[in-house]
């Protein structure tokens, strides 16, 4: 589990990981060797697992994102690793109903997704069929984890 500390510097790097330590510090309140050394604790831990930079996928030309269903011979079976090898493929969840997998993917454009359905997904040993969903506009993508609700839940704990 994580202190109140550590989820202030967790917020403040997840809205913007090129932040400086030193401005970290200032906006917490503590030395900058202090939280040098909880962001390498948090590090080590597996809680700050990579830093990456958000791309624009409109101003790299990528287009069209889908969400697609991946119905399976066998759930499991290997077929969520060679998904996750597909560099088009986004998000790979193994999910529990009628399809095995369900998966984000970004192409260029229509031409290019079905390339992906018919030359890389489709060509997967074990995979029956697909259902492709295709996005028309995005209202809300993030990846930040919501921080805040983890203070509530360590608080309300420590109540216990």
Do not use: W
Request: proline letters at 3%; hydrophobic letters at 45%.
């Amino acid at each position: 589990m994580i202190d109140a500390i550590d989820c202030k510097i967790v917020k403040i790097l997840q809205s913007d990981a090129r932040i400086t330590n030193a401005e970290i510090a200032r906006r917490i309140e503590l030395a900058p060797s202090a939280v040098l050394e909880r962001i390498r604790k948090l590090e080590e831990r597996g809680v700050i697992r990579r830093y990456a930079a958000k791309l624009d996928p409109k101003a790299l030309g990528i287009d069209l994102t889908a969400f697609i269903s991946v119905r399976t011979s066998e759930c499991g079976a290997g077929v969520g690793s060679e998904l996750a090898a597909i560099p088009e493929i986004l998000e790979v969840h193994e999910v529990a109903g009628e399809d095995c997998f369900f998966i984000k993917v970004c192409a260029k454009n229509t031409d290019d997704l079905g390339a992906l359905l018919r030359e890389k997904i489709k060509a997967i040993p074990n995979v029956l069929n697909t259902k492709t969903t295709v996005v028309l506009k995005t209202f809300k993508e993030s990846g930040d984890l919501p921080i805040t609700d983890l203070n509530r839940a360590e608080t309300k704990a420590a109540r216990k």
